[in-house]
T-cell receptor, first 111, second 113 residues
Framework: ETGVTQTPRHLVMGMTNKKSLKCEQH?????MYWYKQSAKKPLELMFV???????ENNSVPSRFSPECPNSSHLFLHLHTLQPEDSALYLC??????????FGPGTRLTVL | AQSVTQLDSQVPVFEEAPVELRCNYS??????LFWYVQYPNQGLQLLLK??????LVKGINGFEAEFNKSQTSFHLRKPSVHISDTAEYFC???????????FGKGTRLHILP
């Protein structure tokens, strides 16, 4: 599925850095999601946006800050991360039927 | 609360043999069920989904799954696997009218030559 793109694909950052992950969907969907995928753990839902409004925040630490300026774009702003935040961050989008379409992910390494 | 259990973390299968990946769910209301596949270094790709209607669902790449309400299962099957099927497979459940999907822990499918 090439309808959801994520940049960058790989990111290495220090604990004091500030960076942003970008997600863009070209499917005309109205909902967008951020997930965290760590080794040996289930996929963790972080944030949900519906029509640009945040409808879910699963107790995510404040060092992760989402932004959804419109229904096609979703950002995840990162600052003062910890090594345990290293993971694959996946973006997804959906329209009504709950079927979510995923991007390729950003592999984040925090040093 | 809804949950998903994938009973096998890894399944080794010889090439051209059949495979079944097991998935059980729990929910008190009607559900939507999904199987996603994740190839190495990629995101999740939808294999198939059950929303309503026929309980036997056919997906991409020759996979199919059967919804069994009495056993609360949604097992994934393929009659003959190929080396290119090497990937991790995730079962997921969503309750009706809910925009959240709960994923299982995944099953890694190893295809043996």
């Amino acid at each position: 599925e090439t309808g959801v793109t994520q940049t960058p694909r790989h990111l290495v950052m220090g604990m004091t850095n500030k960076k942003s992950l970008k997600c863009e969907q070209h499917l005309g969907h109205n909902a967008m999601y951020w997930y965290k995928q760590s080794a040996k753990k289930p996929l963790e839902l972080m944030f949900v946006y519906n029509f640009k409004e945040q409808t879910e925040n699963n107790s995510v630490p404040s060092r992760f800050s989402p932004e959804c300026p419109n229904s096609s774009h979703l950002f995840l702003h990162l600052h003062t991360l910890q090594p345990e935040d290293s993971a694959l961050y996946l973006c997804a989008s959906s329209l009504g039927s709950n079927t979510q379409y995923f991007g390729p992910g950003t592999r984040l390494t925090v040093l | 609360a809804q949950s998903v259990t994938q009973l096998d973390s890894q399944v080794p299968v010889f090439e051209e043999a059949p495979v079944e990946l097991r998935c059980n769910y729990s929910s008190s209301v009607s559900v939507y069920l999904f199987w996603y596949v994740q190839y190495p270094n990629q995101g999740l790709q939808l294999l198939l989904k059950y929303l309503s209607g026929s309980t036997l669902v056919k997906g991409i790449n020759g996979f199919e799954a059967e919804f069994n309400k009495s056993q609360t299962s949604f097992h994934l099957r393929k009659p003959s696997v190929h080396i290119s099927d090497t990937a991790e497979y995730f079962c997921a459940v969503s309750e009706d009218r809910d925009d959240k999907i709960i994923f299982g822990k995944g099953t890694r499918l190893h295809i043996l030559p």
